[in-house]
């Protein structure tokens, strides 16, 4: 009997041990979150100076957010502000979740129906900040802060649009921690490249025929190109160009990347394949016309640099496998 009653003692004194363990787990828990709030609303109030040079102070953490670009909301997303989203662009379809949220319009927006919304921080953007000026300055009128994110044109200028959208978000850890992996792994994809001794020549075809538009110097993809060790049969010229296919089949690219296969009921390389007069341009004697995502190449956000390794991918197979 005395034996049964020193296991029953055992029994009970390890279950208030358990329960005291579950009841310690729940209490550090608990101290973390109010921790991580309390670094968060440390971060305010902030004020912080914009992409066209405007100062937006922010009082505290923003509630509810409605960004008016698919980059601006990949970032916030990419942050760990999803939840705070309340309302995005026609254009936006990543993450998933974003489909469900409010729409508020395209190239033009609804600013009733943002203003409806009752966000806190609008997040804008420089490629379209000067002609919306007025309705941008009707959201402030309205009470709600507006920050223009930059137009970013490169990787550096990617990682300043991360920071920013972590300033105002109170993400700022969270933000160095997204650049520092983007980083390492812009770095991990450089030294794959840098023994590549034969460079291939790559069109990139941004728009189909008859109009044919492509990437010059000074671009992002051009950047890209270059990281993973590859030339841009454009690179003599600057920014967004046309060119006529007879330039294209003198210049005679070794790849030819297109970057619209989202929204062509026809392949690309389909279209490419079958083009007159194309029959000995080494990348399509060579079969190597490859459509890649556009949005993981053109977006400039988080998905950018697996973007640089599509390309990659696309280009150099045999060393990125």
């Known amino acids: 009997m005395k034996k049964i009653y020193s296991l029953l003692l055992i029994v009970l004194l ?24 309390k670094k968060t609303e440390a971060a305010f109030p902030v004020t ?19 960004s008016l670009i698919p980059s601006n909301t990949e970032i916030a997303y990419a942050l760990g502000a999803g939840k705070e989203i309340v309302g995005v662009s026609d254009f936006d379809n990543y993450p998933e979740e974003v489909t ?36 941008l300055q ?25 920071s920013m959208i ?26 794959k490249a840098k023994d590549i001794k034969e460079k291939k020549t790559v069109f990139v075809e941004v728009s189909p025929a008859p109009d044919i538009f492509t990437t010059g110097k000074n671009t992002f993809m ?47 390389a389909d279209q490419v394949l079958s083009r ?10 060579n079969k190597q016309v490859i459509d890649v995502d556009s949005d993981r190449v053109t977006r400039s956000g988080p998905r950018i640099v697996e973007g640089v390794e599509d390309l990659a991918k696309a280009v150099y197979p045999e060393v990125f496998k």
Request: hydrophobic share 35%.
């Open 14 to 37: 390890t279950i208030g041990a358990l329960a005291g363990c579950v009841e310690k787990k729940e209490q550090v828990k608990e101290e973390n979150k109010a921790n991580v709030e």
């Open 138 to 162: 009707q959201l402030k009128d309205a009470g709600i802060a507006v920050l223009v994110v930059n137009d970013a044109q490169n990787f550096d200028q990617v990682f300043d649009s991360i």
């Open 100 to 135: 469900k949220k409010e729409k508020i319009g395209g190239m033009e927006v609804n600013l009733e129906k943002i203003i409806s919304l009752q966000p806190n921080l609008v997040l804008a953007h420089a490629s379209t900040a000067h002609n919306s000026e007025a309705g």
């Open 48 to 66: 912080i100076k914009d992409a066209i040079g405007n100062e937006v102070d922010l009082e505290k953490k923003p509630e509810k957010i409605v």
């Open 276 to 285: 007159k007069g194309w029959e000995n341009v080494n990348a399509v004697k």
């Open 222 to 268: 051009n950047e890209m190109l270059t990281v993973i060790n590859a030339e841009n049969l454009a690179d003599d010229q600057e920014g967004w160009i046309q060119l006529d296919q007879e330039e294209i089949i003198k210049r005679n690219p070794d790849v030819i990347i297109t970057t619209y296969g989202g929204y062509e009921k026809e392949k690309p």
């Open 166 to 191: 972590g300033k105002a978000t109170g993400e700022t850890k969270k933000a160095d921690e997204l650049v520092k992996g983007m980083k390492d792994k812009l770095a991990e994809i450089k030294e």
